[in-house]
């Protein structure tokens, strides 16, 4: 996840709206110089709640430069979780995303509470082509093939 952000982001996997997805939220650290990683589950439009049997773990090129919030993740218990479920077969997965509002959280949290987004929307994926070589994509070499913005 890679993106220009003044307080928080999120991506969420398994559906094309809140309910029952799993949802990574980003957001700045306590520094301000690096990003929290919390994985929540939401039921619901309601706030989502952090799980702690979902384990992420920052990848090198994780941080904040120029404003610019990167997270390079691997996540470990992620293809299935209580109301969800991914399928790295499908060709059209379904994925949400949320971002700000303007503000800086700077908590190194992972339960903080947070402020209702300022913008968001949906994508589908074709996950089939998200295999390959292990590790991080490089950015110039990254594409959007398989994807669908809605």
Known sequence: MRSRLTSMQAI?????????????????????KNVTISPRLSYGHVEPSY???I???????TGISN???TANIICSNCRKWNGGSIDP??????????AGPDGNLNTNS????????????AFTMDLTKAVGVRGIPVPATADTTGTVQT
Not at 12 to 31: P, Q, V
Not at 89 to 98: E, G, L, P, S, V
Not at 110 to 121: D, E, F, M, N, Q
């Open 51 to 53: 799980d702690s049997s």
């Open 12 to 32: 969420g996997m398994g559906n094309d709206k809140m309910d029952d997805s799993l949802i990574f939220m980003i957001y700045a650290d306590s520094t301000g």
């Open 55 to 61: 384990t992420v773990s920052a990848q090198p090129g």
């Open 110 to 121: 992972l339960t903080a509470g947070i402020k209702r987004h300022a913008s968001y929307g």
């Open 89 to 98: 077969n499908n060709t059209q997965a379904k994925f949400i995303f949320a």
């Open 67 to 69: 404003g610019n919030y």
